[in-house]
């Protein structure tokens, strides 16, 4: 992934995320998540059409939760990319992925394609079985052209992992943690996360403007948002754009410069990421869209 690629609307396909890593705030976005689970086709193409999301938006399949065991994952993923025309990006873990389904993927107009593999000290909490391990490999010869083809891992990998990637000849990668905007708890195995207080006025971020859809519809400041705590409104009710000319998106960019306010992204130490072509005019007073502008 290059630092200054497109920024995404993020895509939870599934709430609930059976991997529980150590490094993810599951628990609070768990305990305040309220409607359904997942998407379905067609409720994955009611929000898109009728909230209105430009096209030039690219989708990012990953948000919170594993995006393969969304039952509809790959028609949804087909539909929004070759049928609507978004360039999206897919995150995975292969965790409930069948070759079929690397298949149905295969050739799709993501700008990355990462797999995120379990690692050896068990902070993701998967075990890779004989089965993992044959949709791992051959996913790794499916997708190995895609562009920005990408094998990540927290730590060392899991070494049911190792030979198969090594013998992929795919470079490692180890991205870097971060403490989703500082909603990890602190723990045995991650020490290492960081609290980050940052200065004011907050910089920009890429992210800010795309936002993290869920299954309800409701759509969330971004990926960190794992606690529901910035939401600009229900893509069911509203559209995209209508969600960025509201208050609560203009009251929150607006603590970004204010020092006695605590708005979250202060305490993200993931804030650096390119601001879209398209977002570029956009300013902490004037963080809206202009009519036609997308
Ligand atoms: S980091 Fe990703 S794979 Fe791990 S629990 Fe969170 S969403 Fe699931
Ligand atoms: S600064 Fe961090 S928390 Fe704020 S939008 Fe960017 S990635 Fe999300």
């Excluded at 690692?119 to 993701?124: R, S, T, V």
Aim: with cysteine.
């Amino acid at each position: 992934m290059d630092y200054d690629e497109v920024m995404g609307l993020e895509i939870t396909l599934k709430v609930g995320c059976p991997n529980n890593c150590d490094y993810c705030p599951q628990g609070i976005l768990q305990s305040r998540y309220r409607g359904p689970r997942e998407f379905t086709l067609e409720s994955f193409r009611r929000c898109i059409e009728q909230g209105q999301v430009p096209v030039r938006r690219n989708l990012t399949f990953m948000g919170a939760g594993e995006p393969l065991l969304c039952r509809d994952a790959v028609p949804i993923i087909r539909w929004a990319t070759l049928e609507r025309g978004h360039q999206g990006s897919l995150s995975t873990t292969l965790r409930g992925a069948t070759r079929e389904m690397v298949d149905g993927l295969t050739g799709m107009p993501f700008t990355d394609t990462i797999i995120h593999v379990p690692d050896a000290l068990g902070e993701m909490h998967f075990n890779p079985d004989d089965a993992w391990c044959d949709v791992f490999e051959y996913a790794i010869g499916r997708w190995r052209r895609h562009r920005h083809f990408v094998i990540s891992v927290y730590g060392p990998p899991h070494p049911r992992v190792a030979p198969i990637w090594e013998r992929s000849g795919v470079p490692f990668v180890n991205f870097g943690l971060h403490d989703r905007s500082g909603l990890v708890p602190q723990g045995a195995t991650h020490q290492h996360l960081q609290p980050s207080t940052r200065p004011v006025p907050v910089p920009l971020c890429g992210k800010m403007f795309c936002g993290h859809l869920f299954p309800n519809g409701e759509l969330y400041r971004c990926c960190s948002d794992y606690a529901l705590e910035n939401c600009w409104g229900n893509l069911n009710e509203t559209t995209y754009l209508d969600c960025y000319r509201g208050q609560a998106f203009r009251d929150y960019m607006q603590s970004l410069t204010d020092p006695s306010a605590d708005p979250r992204c202060r305490h993200c130490n993931d804030g650096y990421h390119s601001i879209n072509p398209e977002d570029r005019g956009k300013t902490y007073e004037n963080p809206c869209p202009r009519d036609g502008e997308e």
